[in-house]
């Protein structure tokens, strides 16, 4: 299984920006697919998951801005980001749970400037 990310880029504070992941390759099982982010000189933090059934779970400081979805024909999950900040400067990796393996993409950046 591969992740590919794509979408990021720089934008100002305030701004939107979509990422995307797609995932290709066998996937028989499937736990959840999600977004992680890790910001300069910080730890990789969590930041929203869309599970097999479509249950979703945000980190509590971005639900309001963040939203996550999926298109299952495609096997791609995107992260819609709104009201952008210089806080969320970072890369941003996807990460797919298949119960007995976890894959993760190489990640894009996202730069807010302010």
């Known amino acids: 299984v591969q992740l590919v990310e794509t979408g990021g880029g720089l934008v100002q504070a305030g701004g939107s920006l979509r990422l995307s992941c797609a995932a290709s390759?066998?996937?028989?099982?499937?736990?959840?697919m999600g977004w992680y982010r890790q910001a300069p000189g910080k730890q990789r933090e969590f930041v929203a998951l869309?599970?097999?059934?479509?249950?979703?779970n945000y980190a509590d400081s971005l639900k309001d801005r963040f939203t996550i979805s999926r298109d299952n024909a495609k096997n791609t999950v995107h992260l819609q980001m709104n009201s952008l900040k210089p806080d969320d400067t970072g890369v941003y990796y996807c990460?797919?749970?298949?119960?007995?393996?976890?894959?993760w993409g190489q990640g894009t950046q996202v730069t807010v400037s302010s």
């Open positions: 990460k797919i749970d298949l119960y007995s393996d976890n894959v």
């Open positions: 869309i599970t097999n059934d479509g249950r979703t």
């Open positions: 390759g066998s996937i028989f099982r499937m736990n959840y």
